[in-house]
């Protein structure tokens, strides 16, 4: 199981939105991950994930979600290994069945790796997400100096 802490940003009727926190390893290496280099490049907009709640929420609040790692294995495979299973084949029908040039054998697994791409974002878009609810902590309430003290 995969767990992660998210915070309340977000509220609309049961629906939250919730935001996932910076790990502690990325607060440790000042910007010279190659985690760190990729968000300054491709923007530091945060992702909010849209979970319906049947017990009230507020803003602020976190919550401790897991998720089953069956579901990323899925995902991984699906990503990774159809457009190059489809790039494969593609170029070894073209060669071996219709005996084309190598030109074509590269134009054939460019377009079976785009055919497989566009079957992995189908696919990843159908698997499920088997989201669970670990903790709803509280909010807690902030120290504040007490007059007199």
């Known amino acids: 199981m995969i767990e992660q802490t ?25 910007g010279r991950c190659g985690s760190q280099v990729f968000s300054k490049l491709f923007g530091t907009a945060k992702k909010t994930l849209p979970y ?25 495979f699906a990503v990774y290994m159809l457009p190059l299973f489809f790039s494969l084949i593609f170029a070894l029908i073209t060669s071996e069945l219709f005996l084309l040039s190598e030109g074509w054998q590269i134009l054939a697994a460019i377009i079976g790796g785009m055919f497989g791409f566009f079957i992995a974002k189908t696919r990843v878009k159908s698997l499920k997400y088997d989201i669970k609810v670990i903790k709803i902590h509280p ?4 120290l504040t100096q007490i007059d007199g003290d």
Do not use: M, R, Y
């Open 6 to 30: 998210l915070t309340v940003v977000a509220l609309n009727g049961h629906t939250a939105h919730l935001e996932a926190q910076q790990k502690q390893a990325c607060e440790g290496c000042n």
């Open 52 to 76: 319906k709640f049947d017990s009230p929420v507020e803003v602020g609040q976190k919550i401790t979600l897991s998720l089953d790692d069956s579901h990323v294995v899925k995902h991984a």
């Open 139 to 142: 909010i807690s309430i902030p």
